[in-house]
């Protein structure tokens, strides 16, 4: 089971809920989740823990976590580049791929680069296109999917990568970025 607070790093990977101490649990986030903030730095009154399954076997990792950053709901003109992060609550690492999985220098956010790059998954192209097709009528959005035992599973869309507060790795690619971004209100319009 994960159970997750509707905020960047707030979250408890729980294998056997037999090793969970229920009242210290909610305590947790009873206390954390008043103080959060949204993007727009206002605290939100109806702050939740969602609880959802683990998609990893009793003492196994957690599954390696594919963020889509798709800008302009990936149609003409827009792009979308894979983050590919593993090790997400030891030892995180990240690499990242254009849309024919292709590694790029792009860094979104904290956190280290892989040594080696890792090899994507077989199904990677059906991957970037659910990504597509789930951002379509975003001007940007990431959508984070993982993929186990070649299954392919939805997790989370995120408007605010890292709390809109994640540095991107240098003047070039946030100036590429931010010309793909065609930015509009409201930020969902469906086609």
């Known amino acids: 089971m994960k159970v997750q607070g509707q905020v960047t790093g707030l979250n408890r990977i729980i294998h056997d809920l037999r090793d969970v101490d229920i009242p210290e649990l909610c305590a947790h986030f009873n206390e954390r989740l008043p103080l959060i903030r949204n993007a727009q730095g206002v605290r939100e009154k109806n702050n939740v823990a969602i609880i959802e399954e683990l998609l990893a076997g009793h003492g196994q990792a957690v599954p390696v976590d594919y963020k889509f950053h798709c800008f302009s709901g990936g149609q003409p003109g827009g792009a979308i580049f894979l983050q590919l992060t593993t090790g997400r609550f030891v030892a995180r690492r990240h690499s990242y791929f254009d849309e024919g999985g292709t590694p790029v220098s792009l860094g979104i956010g904290r956190g280290e680069r892989h040594d080696v790059t890792p090899q994507l998954p077989e199904n990677i192209h059906e991957m970037f296109a659910v990504a597509k097709s789930l951002a379509e009528g975003f001007d940007y959005i990431r959508v984070d999917l993982y993929n186990v035992g070649g299954r392919i599973y939805f997790g989370e ?30 930020a969902y319009q469906p086609q």
Do not use: E, N, T
Request: hydrophobic share 35%.
């Open 157 to 186: 869309f995120s408007p605010f990568h890292q709390g809109g507060f994640g540095p991107v790795s240098s003047r070039g690619w946030d100036k590429a970025l931010g010309d793909l971004w065609r930015f509009r209100l409201p």
